[in-house]
């Protein structure tokens, strides 16, 4: 199955740290959101969408993506870092992908160290994060959906 994931990892790295384990997990592309403006995801069977999350919503390239050059019915899946966890981080986002007729098979969301606006001033939270073993999580859920195990979301 051939999958491909945009994604936008800047600050501190935390949506990095997931996608390189995940990289090491199967076949994947990963494809800057901000740096790979070429890429076309049309020849994907399945597509990712990775970000940290600002204001409660993926980065706005990713978003972007989403809107405008994911084709029409293709499986997708997202992956995001979060100083803290909340359940509509990913609504945006499903939006998108079904206004292009899109079936969302899963997502997998973790903690990620964040010295966003004023938790910068405390030093951040969610220090640490990710944790090896949510890196683990992530390769273990990609891996459940390139052997098709694509299901509820897994917030």
Known sequence: MRTAIVY????????????DAIAKAGPVDLIDAQNDACA????????GFAS???????????L????????QGKKVFFLYTC?????????????AVREKGGRIVGA????????FGPFK??????????????CREAAAFFQGLLQGAGG????
């Open 52 to 62: 940290g999350i600002y204001y409660q919503k993926f980065h706005p390239s990713v």
């Open 64 to 71: 972007r993506w989403a809107r405008e050059r994911l084709p």
């Open 8 to 19: 936008y990892s800047q600050h501190h790295g935390n949506t990095q740290k997931v996608l």
């Open 83 to 95: 100083g803290a966890k909340g359940a509509a981080y990913t609504a945006a986002m499903e939006k």
């Open 152 to 155: 509820p979301e897994d917030l």
């Open 121 to 134: 001033w405390i030093g951040g939270i969610a220090k640490g994060h990710p944790t090896q073993e949510e």
């Open 40 to 47: 076309d995801l049309s020849g994907y069977d399945l597509i």
């Open 108 to 115: 997998y969301g973790c903690l990620g160290y964040d010295t």
